[in-house]
């Protein structure tokens, strides 16, 4: 089972991985918990990547299933990715799909405007 840390803020629902390799193992899980999260808030949701560093062809399919399926409830935005995470997102052209932001901070001052 993996786990996730939460916080609720105004307009939306941030959401942090406690765990560092989103692949095969994790992504079914992943994905089912962060729909369920953004059905039942109806917000965006803010994944928050600080503690992920390795997202294989799963994981980034159970992001990729995550924001289809959340668009009528708010819908994905990311932010502290990695490095090689971002690299992944880029050379895939999801970054052109996905709200990314450097930090936290910058993804709550976009969401507060």
Same mark, same amino acid.
């Given at each position: 089972? =993996?786990? !996730? #840390?939460? @916080?609720?803020?105004? &307009?939306?629902?941030? +959401?942090?991985?406690?765990?560092?390799?989103?692949?095969?193992?994790?992504?079914? @899980? /992943?994905?089912?918990? =962060? *729909? #369920?999260?953004?059905? #039942?808030? @109806?917000?965006? +949701? *803010?994944?928050?990547?600080?503690?992920?560093? !390795?997202?294989?062809?799963? &994981?980034?399919?159970?992001? +990729? &299933?995550?924001?289809?399926?959340?668009?009528?409830?708010? &819908?994905?935005?990311?932010?502290? *990715?990695?490095?090689? *995470?971002? #690299? +992944?997102?880029?050379?895939?052209?999801?970054?052109? =799909? /996905?709200?990314?932001?450097?930090? !936290? @901070?910058?993804?709550?001052?976009?969401?507060?405007?």
């Amino acid at each position: 089972m =993996i786990s !996730f #840390e939460q @916080e609720t803020h105004d &307009g939306f629902l941030l +959401v942090r991985p406690a765990f560092n390799r989103l692949d095969s193992l994790v992504a079914p @899980e /992943f994905r089912s918990h =962060i *729909v #369920e999260l953004a059905q #039942e808030q @109806e917000k965006l +949701v *803010v994944l928050d990547m600080i503690n992920v560093s !390795f997202v294989d062809s799963s &994981g980034l399919g159970a992001v +990729v &299933g995550c924001h289809k399926s959340t668009q009528n409830s708010g &819908g994905i935005a990311l932010c502290n *990715v990695s490095d090689d *995470v971002k #690299e +992944v997102f880029t050379l895939t052209h999801m970054d052109r =799909i /996905f709200d990314i932001h450097d930090d !936290f @901070e910058t993804c709550a001052q976009k969401q507060a405007a």
